[in-house]
């Protein structure tokens, strides 16, 4: 299992989705099909998580990778652009940022 790091040399993503509570479920399957089918086989993939709130309304989803660049490269494929569709279609928003990691506890 992968663990949070705080090397600066590692890119961190967070990517929150704004969903309703009857897309929560559809969005959550696409996003573990597009990880297992096309994210996590990407070169500096390094691991991610997926999170969702009490009230189904939010996802959050964590990937560190290798680097800002391989990041990129797999977001700007014809591949993850067609996921993005299928994501944009079932929620209200969503945001990748990239982050920094600071402080992290084991």
Not at 12 to 40: N, Q
Not at 50 to 74: G, K, L
Not at 85 to 90: H, Q, S, V, Y
Request: with cysteine; hydrophobic share 35%; proline share 5%.
């Amino acid at each position: 299992m992968p663990t949070i790091t705080t090397d600066p040399s590692i890119q961190t993503v967070i990517t929150t989705f704004e969903v309703t509570p009857g897309t929560c479920d559809d969005l959550l399957e696409e996003l573990r099909m597009a990880c297992t089918k096309f994210v996590s086989k990407q070169p500096g993939f390094i691991g991610a998580a997926m999170h969702v709130n009490d009230a189904r309304t939010r996802i959050a989803n964590y990937t560190q990778w290798e680097s800002r660049e391989d990041f990129q490269i797999m977001l700007r494929s014809e591949q993850m652009r067609e996921y993005n569709r299928k994501f944009n279609a079932l929620c209200k928003t969503f945001e990748p940022v990239l982050y920094e990691v600071v402080t992290a506890t084991e």
